[in-house]
Nanobody, 124 residues
Framework: QVQLVESGGGLVQPGGSLRLSCAAS????????IGWFRQAPGKEREGVSC????????YYADSVKGRFTISRDNAKNTVYLQMNSLKPEDTAVYYC?????????????????WGQGTQVTVSS
């Protein structure tokens, strides 16, 4: 059974850090582009970051550039999202998704498999 499970969310103060994990089971991430997306209440789901399977190229939304870092550990079948200098506007449910493609994009419709999401709340 193909499954993606996110973890690492929680409550953090502004300026703090969190590391999200996306663990895959039932398939090997090696050949999949992986994206991180988020959805805040009343807003559309937006792409945050993604990483290609072909060469590990990474992409970031302008709103998180310089603060978030995506990485993958194929040996652990896991992708990470390190989030630093968090802001209240980063509050959302964060999802990881997988697309059987060499090049990653920040477009949600490209992705075939989705996790259930993990809540990130940035508040003092």
């Amino acid at each position: 059974q193909v499954q993606l499970v996110e973890s690492g969310g929680g409550l953090v103060q502004p300026g703090g850090s969190l590391r999200l994990s996306c663990a895959a089971s039932g398939f090997t991430l090696d050949y999949y582009a992986i994206g991180w997306f988020r959805q805040a209440p009343g807003k559309e789901r937006e792409g945050v970051s993604c990483i290609s399977s072909s060469d590990g190229s990474t992409y970031y939304a302008d709103s998180v550039k310089g603060r978030f870092t995506i990485s993958r550990d194929n040996a652990k079948n896991t992708v990470y999202l390190q989030m630093n200098s968090l802001k209240p506007e980063d509050t959302a449910v964060y999802y990881c998704a997988a697309d059987l493609a060499p090049i990653a994009t920040l477009e949600p419709y490209e992705y075939d498999y989705w996790g259930q999401g993990t809540q990130v709340t940035v508040s003092s």
